[in-house]
């Protein structure tokens, strides 16, 4: 299977300069699009701020519904804090694990925001402590359900129950952080070839439509306003430019840059436009769960301990370990998802083994500020950088930076929670689209038409989708006598990421295929190696230098010990200055006996990049 070469208008981020580039590519072949000037320098600070806010917003989103169907789920109740408190506590998490990831992690402009993966277990985790009223109608099977009327006893503040919530987020931090500095990431990521990481992103992308669809329901008129106005920037007006001139020094001369502004401004012009809107029509609803009944103060400084430590409790520890696992899946796709947007070679294992070290500190942070929701990479950020085709360390750290501060402030944290529901689902609904149609561009990479990858694609997607919708409809609740178990594994079989990470790499690497057949070809350990063996050696150099270690750090590599050197590569490792590629035999399959060459008929109808 063929298809033509990228659209080299994308831009991407070139290594340490906060510069927006152009693709080396030749020219490109739509007339009506253009590039950014690779001689304007850096970024201004006043287009650098409107993306940083793009990113923000699109955070708040994610952080407001995560909250919402998390105090939603509690028992009848409230804090004894105001629920900003706990956004902001949030918010100043988030914004110091993207500050840290993105100067010494995985280095890669990725926002760490909560995720699916940390909400469902804390969804189980809080829906087993309720009390259960048993029916049993005539001589059916018996029905659990949740009991919520007077008669039920035990039911309390949601503060006790928030405290396990944030005592299993920080043992997925700490087992987070434990893999990352045992070098686990670095040893499985090589293993992930297309028709792993494709099947991941695809389900990632469909994972969150039952979510989105149940916010757009609030007023789909709103929601289809957001999605118009998103698609009409993004695409139809994506190619209209105006002139903008950069901040310089009185040395240097001004010139003026055409830059691309509808298509970078897709996701704040139409929030910014429908927000108003709503506003004007009357339609201004703040969930009960998010609103305030006390004041928040307008600073204030998240300290470990202030509401209630968390609690360590053995539901809590198999929730924990159920959400370290589905978060280092899903941060491991949203890794290859950002280099491969950006037109980077995919992350090398030290990278990856550092940014999910970091990762798991962030969650420890959240969960000992309160919050029950830890840091991950997030993917409806990802997919915004993709719908707007653009990325920067420089924007990343700014949005690090106005997370913290309004983690600093409660009062402009609670702002935020006046967005409009269908504005939320709308913007959530086209970044994930863009996820999913991601995964699906992934597919070509390998030979689809073979019988053996047309297998282990369905199965993956299909079974990750099937397994979390079997467990929410089941009659019975999963039971298996002990309730720290049943935590595990409901939370484990309804996170749909996991199922179709854990699917794909089990069936590719024990069922024997050949490198072209596997998306493999030149024995690359990379699931894009059409593109990174399209880029001429120069730019490929500047794009290894993304997931380099900052300078001051590299001088203390050769005093970390020999244990944590997966963290830090050596100056003669050859995938560090090759921009990421690594030997052939890396990935190996884990299957003996299956790297035979390729015969001609399993190749037939399958055509590599030119």
Request: neutral net charge; contains cysteine.
């Amino acid at each position: 299977m063929s298809r033509s070469p990228l659209n080299p208008s994308q831009l991407r981020s070139v290594g340490s300069q906060d510069a927006l580039a152009p693709l080396p590519p030749p020219a490109p072949q739509n007339p009506s699009t253009h590039s950014w000037d690779p001689l304007c320098g850096s970024l201004p600070w006043s287009l650098s701020c409107l993306l940083a806010l793009q990113h923000v917003l699109v955070m708040a989103s994610l952080l407001c519904v995560s909250h919402l169907l998390l105090l939603c789920s509690l028992s009848p109740g409230g804090l004894s804090y105001s629920p900003s408190q706990l956004l902001a506590s949030s918010f100043f998490s988030c914004g110091m694990s993207t500050i840290l990831q993105t100067w010494m992690g995985i280095r890669l402009p990725l926002v760490q925001a909560p995720s699916l993966e940390f909400l469902i277990p804390a969804l189980v985790l809080t829906s087993q402590k309720l009390p259960l009223a048993i029916q049993t109608p005539g001589n059916s099977s018996l029905m659990l359900h949740l009991c919520r009327g007077p008669s039920c006893h035990g039911l309390g503040h949601w503060n006790t129950s928030l405290q396990e919530v944030s005592g299993a987020v920080v043992v997925s931090g700490l087992l987070q952080g434990t893999m990352g500095l045992l070098g686990s990431p670095g040893h499985v990521f090589p293993h992930c070839g297309p028709l792993v990481l494709a099947p991941s992103l695809v389900v990632a992308g469909l994972s969150a439509h039952r979510e989105v669809a149940q916010f757009c329901f609030t007023h789909w008129g709103l929601a289809l306003l957001v999605i118009l106005l998103m698609v009409v920037c993004s695409q139809h007006l994506g190619s209209c430019q105006f002139h903008v001139c950069p901040w310089r020094r009185a040395s240097t001369s001004s010139t003026h840059t055409p830059l691309p502004v509808f298509r970078l401004l897709s996701v704040l012009i139409p929030v910014a436009c429908v927000w108003i809107v709503s506003a004007f029509v009357g339609f201004s609803v703040i969930p009960q769960e998010l609103s305030a009944p006390t004041k928040a103060p307008w600073i204030w400084l998240p300290h470990p301990g202030e509401w209630n430590w968390p609690l360590l409790t053995p539901r809590a520890l198999a929730a924990g370990i159920s959400m370290a696992l589905a978060a280092s899946t899903s941060s491991l796709g949203c890794y290859a998802l950002c280099g491969r947007l950006l037109h980077l070679p995919p992350p090398p294992p030290h990278a990856c083994s550092r940014g999910l070290s970091l990762e798991g500190l962030g969650s420890v942070l959240a969960g000992l500020l309160g919050s029950p929701m830890g840091t991950a990479s997030s993917f409806p950020n990802v997919g915004k950088v993709g719908l707007i085709q653009a990325g920067s360390q420089q924007v990343a750290h700014l949005v690090g930076l106005l997370c913290v501060g309004l983690g600093l402030s409660p009062r402009l944290a609670q702002l935020l929670t006046t967005i409009p529901l269908p504005v939320v689902g709308g913007v959530l609904g086209v970044t994930q689209a863009v996820v999913l149609s991601a995964g699906f561009s992934s597919f070509y990479l390998a030979d689809i038409d073979s019988g053996r990858n047309i297998f282990i694609v369905g199965f993956s997607i299909f079974m990750a989708l099937l397994l979390p919708r079997w467990f929410r409809e089941a009659p019975v609740l999963f039971s298996t006598g002990w309730s720290p178990l049943d935590v595990l594994l409901h939370s484990l079989l309804t996170q749909p990421i996991f199922l179709a990470g854990l699917s794909g790499f089990l069936l590719e690497n024990t069922i024997p295929g050949t490198q072209l057949e596997r998306g493999l070809g030149q024995g690359l350990p990379s699931p894009f190696t059409a593109q990174e063996a399209r880029m001429p050696q120069k730019p490929r150099e500047k794009a290894a230098q993304v997931y380099r270690l900052p300078f001051p750090i590299q001088n203390l590599c050769p005093c970390i010990p020999q244990p944590l050197r997966c963290l830090c590569p050596l100056p003669e490792d050859p995938g560090d200055e090759e921009g990421g590629s690594s030997e052939p035999e890396e990935m190996a399959d884990l299957l003996p006996g299956s790297g035979e060459p390729c015969p001609e008929s399993s190749t037939e109808g399958f055509r590599s990049q030119k």
